[in-house]
């Protein structure tokens, strides 16, 4: 089976302050991994994926298989983004997304 | 714009009652998914749809079934709705090769 881990419900941080979204996750096989964002009143919407390995609005991840970890992280908060921030995994031949149950992200100024 | 709509976006019903929700996208992707939203639980994969003669249960899927009209159309039903139903429902479609899911906006819905 495979599972996706968000530890924190919250992360409350200052603007500027370094962010670090943890998520890890269970799987036998090479999984594509993603990170998805909601901000208020808006649908969710695809923020990266591992294989793209690039950087959108100032946040990167990396698949780390050793620890089966695909952190989300950002050097400098913004207020902007604050919002509700789920990973994501699609296991080889599987047909669907499995979510974790999400991250609130509160930037405070 | 390419895109996924919900209808309707907001429902108020009685525990008992029979509802359909309904996705429409313009996205031409084969793929189609139905997820419900509840706070601290994420997202959970209710059916999801390959085509029209592809429906497979998700994690989450009794008391729900799903009907897909059409490539572009794909209708949840909760055939006798109860309050634990109560949730925000999304739903999303799949593009191919690189498996990103594009979202609607979500549809509100309240058993009382």
């Known amino acids: 089976a495979q599972r996706v881990t968000q530890p924190e419900k919250l992360l409350s941080v200052f603007k500027g302050a370094p962010v670090e979204l943890k998520c890890n996750y269970s799987?036998?096989?090479?999984?594509?991994l993603f990170w998805y964002v909601q901000y208020s009143r808006q649908r969710l919407q695809l923020l990266l994926r591992?294989?793209s390995r690039e950087s959108i609005k100032g946040f990167t991840a990396d698949l780390n298989k050793g620890e089966t970890s695909f952190h989300l992280k950002k050097p400098f908060a913004q207020e902007e983004d604050s919002a509700m921030y789920y990973c994501?995994?699609?296991?080889?031949?599987?047909?669907?997304?499995?979510f974790g149950s999400g991250t609130r992200l509160q930037v405070q100024p | 714009d390419a895109d996924v709509t919900q209808t309707p976006r907001n429902r108020i019903t009685k525990t008992g009652k029979r509802i359909m929700l309904e996705c429409s996208q313009t996205?031409?992707?084969?793929?189609m998914y139905w997820y419900r939203q509840d706070p601290g639980l994420g997202l959970r994969l209710i059916y999801y749809?390959?085509?029209?003669?592809?429906?497979n249960k998700g994690e989450i899927s009794d008391g729900y079934s799903v009907s897909r009209q059409a490539q572009a159309k794909f209708s949840l039903s909760l055939e006798s709705a109860i309050p634990n139903q109560t949730a925000l429902y999304f739903c999303?479609?799949?593009?191919?090769?690189?498996?990103?899911?594009?979202f609607g906006p979500g549809t509100r819905l309240t058993v009382l």
């Open positions: 994501a995994l699609k296991g080889t031949g599987r047909r669907a997304l499995t």
């Open positions: 799987y036998s096989g090479s999984p594509e």
């Open positions: 591992h294989i």
């Open positions: 996205k031409g992707h084969d793929r």
């Open positions: 749809s390959f085509d029209v003669k592809d429906i």
């Open positions: 999303a479609t799949m593009g191919h090769p690189y498996n990103e899911q594009f």
